[in-house]
């Protein structure tokens, strides 16, 4: 059985910083890709930041345009972990963030997707 779990989040102040981390577990092959997706009310879950696997062992860094010079992706190898730091908050930057796992059960399986629970993140003015 795979997990996906978030930590961290909360609420804070324009300018201000928040880290938050998801951990996926289980048994699989491979984890082709990781990342954070924001939510807010009435609309579609948006990628922010992620990674995608480029073959050979590398994996790609991926970031929205809004949050580019101030949000930064890091990753543990296997990747198992990812976390998001998050600088400089923008009132624009909350939401609820939800992680997403696009995992190779097996060698020979099709792509499976799992998602974590969310947390949410506020930013005020």
């Known amino acids: 059985q795979v997990q996906v779990v978030e930590s961290g989040g909360g609420s804070v102040q324009t300018g201000q910083s928040l880290r938050i981390s998801c951990k996926i577990s289980g048994n699989f092959y491979r984890v082709n890709a990781m990342g954070w997706y924001r939510q807010i009310p009435g609309k579609p879950r948006d990628l922010v930041a992620g990674?995608?696997?480029?073959?050979?062992?590398?994996?790609?860094?991926n970031y929205a345009d809004s949050v580019k010079g101030r949000f930064t992706i890091s990753r543990d190898a296997p990747l198992r972990t990812i976390d998001l730091q998050m600088n400089d908050l923008k009132p624009e930057d909350s939401g609820l963030y939800y992680c997403?796992?696009?995992?190779?059960?097996?060698?020979?399986?099709?792509?499976?997707?799992?998602w974590g629970q969310g947390t949410q993140v506020t930013v005020s003015s």
């Open positions: 997403r796992a696009e995992v190779l059960l097996t060698y020979t399986s099709s792509l499976d997707f799992f």
């Open positions: 990674y995608s696997f480029g073959g050979n062992l590398l994996y790609h860094t």
